[in-house]
């Protein structure tokens, strides 16, 4: 039997560590990081800079492409490119803290909000390496929308918009109103 107030027991609501699910959300985002690495890796090692290799005609193509810009690759060919690098590694950074500590604070369990983070903090870090090691970000999945080219992508990307996605998804669902603790 727990104490009144120790973690873990019914009074408090917390939960021991091994008890709550930051440790596995931290593997979702480990996961992401893995295998956007093992792609950009793959990519790189198999395709040359600009080169494709067709999957589905006129519809996806795996690519080599560097993005030293931000998403769509606004400012890849800014006057300066070294300010840009700062800016965008910096917000990656600070996204990547922010993220951390939601995680931390919300990681008692899973929910939309909590597994969209875990993608999103997963596909940061993963740019996130590509810019601090590279100075530009792997892009690699070119996908074509009838006749109209999207601008090439990585798992990191996909991650972090799928995790979006979860977000707006969750802040269109009805939220359930908070249960005030039960006296005893």
């Not at 740019?127 to 990585?154: A, K, M, Q």
Request: aromatic letters at 10%; proline letters at 8%.
């Amino acid at each position: 039997m727990t104490a009144p107030n120790s973690p873990g027991s019914p009074r408090t609501g917390l939960r021991p560590w091994g008890a709550r699910r930051l440790p596995w959300l931290l593997l979702i985002s480990a996961l992401v990081l893995f295998f956007d690495r093992l792609t950009k890796n793959l990519v790189a090692a198999h395709i040359a800079l600009g080169s494709a290799i067709p999957v589905i005609p006129r519809v996806l193509r795996i690519t080599h492409w560097t993005n030293s810009g931000a998403a769509f690759s606004l400012f890849a060919n800014s006057a300066s490119p070294h300010t840009v690098r700062a800016v965008l590694t910096t917000f990656g950074c600070v996204l990547v803290v922010a993220v951390f500590i939601a995680l931390v604070y919300l990681g008692n369990r899973f929910t939309l909000v909590t597994v969209a983070l875990a993608l999103v903090l997963g596909g940061a870090l993963g740019n996130l390496h590509d810019r601090i090691v590279y100075g530009s970000v792997v892009d690699f999945i070119e996908v074509h929308i009838f006749t109209y080219p999207w601008p090439d992508f990585n798992v990191a990307d996909s991650s972090i918009v799928i995790g979006g996605c979860l977000l707006f998804l969750d802040s269109l669902l009805p939220q359930k109103p908070a249960t005030p603790p039960a006296n005893s």
